[in-house]
């Protein structure tokens, strides 16, 4: 997967974000309310969109099963790392896009709003920071 699909994922995770947790706090509400209940129909916190980033960054190996544990925490590092590099990367780049604007101290400008002009440049190939 290219770091600009990675990094729109990202961004696309961290836009929901909002929305989860007001989901989540709507259904901690509602237990409260109705401790019968259980968790509300609508709830989404996220796991279906963050596993499927997972799955699509992190690729399938195999370890020998005459590895020894430290053989196949070798095989599973080496395997990993890139992916985990990669996810960290496209999330320090959105953090420190938000963080910029934030240090600006514009009002006029949501996260939500930086969030959406970052997607927007990182969707035209020419343009990719």
């Given at each position: 997967?290219?770091q600009?699909?990675?990094?729109?994922?990202?961004?696309?995770?961290?836009?929901q974000s909002?929305?989860?947790?007001?989901?989540?706090?709507?259904?901690?509400d509602?237990?409260?309310?109705?401790?019968?209940?259980?968790?509300?129909?609508d709830?989404?916190?996220?796991?279906?969109?963050?596993?499927?980033?997972?799955?699509?960054?992190?690729p399938?190996?195999?370890?020998s099963?005459?590895?020894?544990?430290?053989?196949?925490?070798?095989?599973?590092?080496?395997?990993?790392?890139?992916a985990i590099?990669?996810?960290?990367?496209?999330?320090?780049?959105?953090?420190?896009?938000?963080?910029?604007?934030h240090?600006?101290?514009?009002?006029?400008?949501t996260?939500?709003?930086?969030?959406?002009?970052?997607a927007?440049?990182?969707?035209?190939?020419?343009?990719?920071?």
């Amino acid at each position: 997967m290219e770091q600009s699909e990675v990094v729109l994922r990202a961004i696309g995770i961290l836009t929901q974000s909002a929305e989860w947790i007001r989901t989540a706090n709507r259904g901690a509400d509602a237990r409260v309310d109705d401790e019968s209940d259980g968790e509300p129909a609508d709830r989404d916190s996220g796991e279906g969109q963050i596993g499927s980033l997972l799955a699509e960054v992190f690729p399938s190996f195999e370890v020998s099963q005459d590895a020894t544990p430290l053989e196949a925490a070798h095989a599973v590092t080496e395997a990993a790392l890139p992916a985990i590099m990669q996810l960290i990367g496209a999330f320090t780049f959105v953090f420190s896009e938000l963080a910029a604007a934030h240090d600006t101290g514009r009002t006029d400008v949501t996260s939500a709003d930086v969030l959406r002009e970052l997607a927007l440049r990182m969707s035209r190939p020419n343009d990719v920071t």
